[in-house]
């Protein structure tokens, strides 16, 4: 990762916000060591800021951030030796998203109960929905793409 150890930095926050609202984003290798290192580090910026999340939302924020991170390090890595993981909080909601330089853009498989993999997204989609928030892929304008999660703070439904 590309911090002193601490976690990802604050970009410029507005004034007016919330204490806990901003945006943080940090860069990592696009190796297995990133998933857990990206976990961690998006944990601990949650728990920093004072985010008022639930123990039950933070869980479902760090496992979309693995299954993000792992995605990219497994099919993106040949084209985008780098990922950047973000995280924006709002006064009502949570964003995770991971960027990458490769073009292929993912789409959710249907469940295969017969395959051992390829259920990533599929999975972040059914967090992303049980909570209420919404979730995304887009092109960026370098031609990779990035993809998110937002939750809301308050729970609609339980993670």
Request: glycine share 10%.
């Amino acid at each position: 990762m590309d911090d002193d150890g601490r976690g990802p930095g604050p970009l410029p926050r507005e004034p007016g916000k919330a204490p806990y609202e901003g945006v943080w984003r940090f860069t990592a290798a696009a190796v297995d060591a990133s998933v857990p290192q990206a976990r961690h580090a998006v944990r601990d910026l949650l728990s920093r800021q004072g985010v008022p999340a639930s123990d039950d939302l933070v869980q479902g924020l760090l496992l979309i951030v693995s299954e993000l991170v792992t995605n990219a390090v497994r099919h993106a890595a040949l084209l985008s030796p780098t990922l950047a993981v973000e995280v924006a909080v709002g006064a009502e909601w949570v964003r995770v998203s991971v960027e990458d330089d490769h073009p292929y853009r993912p789409t959710a498989l249907v469940t295969d109960h017969g395959q051992t993999g390829g259920r990533g997204l599929l999975l972040v989609r059914e967090i992303t929905q049980e909570a209420g928030g919404a979730c995304d892929v887009e092109q960026t304008a370098s031609g990779g793409k990035v993809i998110w999660a937002a939750l809301p703070l308050k729970a609609n439904g339980s993670v």
